[in-house]
């Protein structure tokens, strides 16, 4: 089965250890990043999409993606 998740947040280093903590888990990128300035907090955004492939597991929309 083939998971996907989008990682958002903004631009400051707690994103980056967002992106690397599902690396570490065997996430693979997918895509490049994405970029948005969000008006009412007057902060960039950041948003990256990550792949994984999960062997013996059937989808279920109830599963936390972050937990596989």
Known sequence: MQLY???T???DSSFCHKVSEA???GWTLHGSPAYAFD????QLRCAQAV?????GKSYDPS???GEQ
Do not use: W
């Open 39 to 42: 008006a009412v907090t007057h």
């Open 51 to 55: 792949v994984k492939s999960v062997e």
């Open 5 to 7: 998740r989008l990682l």
């Open 63 to 65: 599963m936390k993606l």
């Open 9 to 11: 947040g903004p631009d």
């Open 23 to 25: 690396l570490a888990k």
